[in-house]
């Protein structure tokens, strides 16, 4: 497994931005998919943004598209999502996850790494 350390949620009102990060270590970065998942009270985890070992192709669930983009520093073992428009629905627990292989998709129960989650809170 790798360890996922993840940084950078907290509170910000509907319209703000925010950008997660997570710090990886334990095994090759470079050919981990890494994705974003997060959970809400009472809803089930999802991921909603991925990307390639390479980061030549990232992927994104259809209700933040246009407004997070996920990226990748190979050199530093460090994964990105940077949130714009954040709505209310998008309050969650945050999570870094990994899975070893370079190609990957947004289904949480294939990723084998998962970090301990940052809050995410937007306010109306």
């Known amino acids: 497994q790798v360890q996922l350390v993840e940084s950078g949620g907290g509170l910000v009102q509907a319209g703000g931005s925010l950008r997660l990060s997570c710090a990886a270590s334990?095994?090759?970065?470079?050919?981990?998919?890494m994705g974003w998942c997060r959970q809400a009270p009472g809803k089930e985890r999802e991921c909603v943004a991925g990307?390639?070992?390479?980061?030549?192709?990232?992927s994104y669930t259809d209700s933040v598209k246009g407004r997070f983009t996920i990226s990748r520093d190979n050199a530093k073992n460090t994964v990105y999502l940077q949130m714009n428009s954040l709505k209310p629905e998008d309050t969650a627990v945050y999570y870094c996850?990994?899975?070893?292989?370079?190609?990957?998709?947004?289904?949480?129960?294939?990723?084998?790494?998962w970090g301990q989650g940052t809050q995410v809170t937007v306010s109306a």
């Open positions: 334990g095994r090759t970065f470079s050919r981990n998919y």
């Open positions: 990307i390639t070992g390479s980061g030549s192709i990232t």
């Open positions: 996850a990994a899975r070893y292989t370079p190609w990957g998709s947004l289904v949480w129960a294939d990723f084998d790494s």
